[in-house]
């Protein structure tokens, strides 16, 4: 099989993004233990060491992350529903589509907006391209005639990726766990937030031996199973570098 073949790409994708959190989560518990900040998640990570040890301690720590987080197999057959597949999304990109989830939901407002600076703003979260996709899109579907975010922060690139990941999560959207809290933890990745507080989260977030334990970013919202699929069927529209994952 080719390397070009979708499916080995989705197996590198997979591969790739594990690896680039594990990391993530290591250099983040290294800056919390320098700064004093940290606490025992559900099993201790080692510490970085000086010198010459400090890139063994660091993979030794990346080793241990995917064990505590990454510790459910992942089967092939769950790629085979496409809306698994943003798991295998890298930010930036990832901020990107999960926001135009958001903004799908409330495509005819969006359509209707005459706000020239909250227009801007949404356009420079998803990307000309995705915005006039979306707005292009039929409002007949349930789902879209949700109105935008009432304050200014709320329309913050990652304030509108959290809203369409929620939306996502709660129709059943990476439910396995090493899935689900590879969307998470790159939430928190792409916010770039303080260790203080994704300690909490990322701790919520950890399996063990293979059980998660679910915690919600974000509260539950009004979302529809058949107005994710529709989302996902028009993905490729608004991001057509996604062809080859969900084309």
Request: proline share 8%; glycine share 6%.
């Amino acid at each position: 099989m080719s390397a070009d073949h979708p499916h080995v790409r989705m197996l590198a994708a997979f591969d790739t993004r594990v690896s680039e959190l594990c990391l993530w989560l290591s250099d983040r518990w290294r800056d919390g233990a320098q700064s004093g900040a940290t606490e025992r998640t559900t099993t201790p990570m080692p510490p970085s060491a000086p010198g010459g040890h400090r890139m063994h301690a660091q993979a030794l720590s990346a080793q241990m992350a995917r064990r505590i987080w990454f510790a459910e197999p992942v089967s092939f057959a769950v790629f085979m529903v496409p809306c698994n597949r943003i798991a295998l999304v890298g930010p930036p990109l990832l901020r990107r589509v999960l926001a135009a989830r958001r903004l799908y939901a409330c495509r005819d407002a969006a359509r209707r907006c005459i706000d020239r600076r909250v227009r801007r703003a949404l356009i420079d979260t998803v990307g000309e391209a995705a915005f006039a996709a979306i707005v292009d899109l039929p409002v007949g579907r349930a789902g879209a005639d949700d109105t935008l975010p009432d304050h200014v922060a709320d329309l913050a690139p990652d304030a509108l990726a959290r809203e369409g990941w929620a939306r996502m999560s709660a129709d059943g959207v990476c439910a396995q766990a090493t899935l689900r809290n590879m969307v998470e933890l790159s939430l928190l990745a792409m916010a770039d937030t303080p260790w203080a507080d994704c300690r909490p989260i990322v701790s919520a977030l950890a399996t063990q031996a293979g059980a998660p334990v679910p915690t919600p970013i974000v509260g539950p919202v009004r979302a529809s199973v058949d107005d994710t699929a529709a989302f996902f069927s028009e993905v490729v529209r608004m991001f057509p570098e996604l062809q080859w994952l969900f084309g």
